[in-house]
């Protein structure tokens, strides 16, 4: 049982690239999110997903697309980069949220725009 | 107004010395509620969560938090900190937003420093 698992670890960009960053888990889970953390931010939700096929925004969409088409992977993509991404990028998985079940977090992924 | 607030973005404790982390909710139902800890360069771990049974949760490496209505607050407590202790701690809400989904959302963490 890996649990949630994100691909790469780390990753630079130039501005303007393009790139997907992987998510998978093998728990079975429903809930499916991306956030970013940012230094006295704390964690903002990107984009999350309540099952195949299923996608909604979160509070900071803008530049990003995902997409749900397995219960297991949930990728996360940077259309056209910029330094405002770089950032530290964590998925998570969990059962609906809605009977107090908690998150499982990746490893993240450090992205370094320049 | 703020879903979650962590008062104080670094705290410093000497090793064996209480720890108090704060957190504060907001929300018109009553919400689930979670701590979790982030060691450095690792995603986060659930420490513990408060789910409507008892107001007085324990959770790993000594810690427990207790739910308080009245104050709507859900601070995380250590009786003796550990040199171990030293990462950031976030404290979570679940609940319903407008269309009833319910979603997660994070305070913006405290960093705990233990001094030896």
């Known amino acids: 049982n890996a649990g949630v698992t994100q691909t790469p670890k780390f990753q630079v960009l130039k501005t303007g690239q393009s790139m997907t960053l992987q998510c998978a888990q093998d728990?079975?889970?429903?809930?499916m999110s991306w956030y970013r953390q940012d230094p006295g931010m704390g964690l903002r939700l990107i984009h999350y997903?309540?099952?195949?096929?299923?996608?909604d925004q979160g509070e900071v969409p803008n530049g990003y697309n995902v997409s749900r088409s397995t219960t297991e992977d949930f990728p996360l993509r940077l259309l056209s980069a910029a330094p405002s991404q770089t950032s530290v990028y964590f998925c998570?998985?969990?059962?609906?949220?809605?009977?107090?079940?908690?998150?499982?977090f990746g490893p993240g992924t450090r992205l370094t725009v320049t | 107004a703020q879903s979650v607030t962590q008062l104080g973005s670094h705290v410093s404790v000497s090793e064996g010395a209480l720890v108090l982390l704060r957190c504060n909710y907001s929300?018109?139902?009553?919400?689930?509620l979670f701590w979790y800890v982030q060691y450095p360069n690792q995603g986060l771990q659930l420490l513990l969560k408060y789910t409507s049974a008892a107001t007085l949760v324990k959770g790993i490496n000594g810690f427990e938090a207790e739910f308080k209505k009245s104050e709507t607050s859900f601070h995380l407590t250590k009786p003796s900190a550990h040199m171990r202790d030293a990462a950031e701690y976030f404290c979570a809400v679940s609940k319903p937003d407008l269309s009833g989904t319910y979603k997660y959302i994070f305070g913006t963490g405290t960093r705990l420093k233990v001094l030896a």
């Open positions: 998570a998985s969990s059962l609906l949220p809605g009977r107090g079940y908690e998150q499982y």
């Open positions: 728990m079975n889970h429903e809930y």
């Open positions: 929300s018109s139902v009553p919400p689930y």
């Open positions: 997903s309540v099952g195949a096929g299923i996608t």
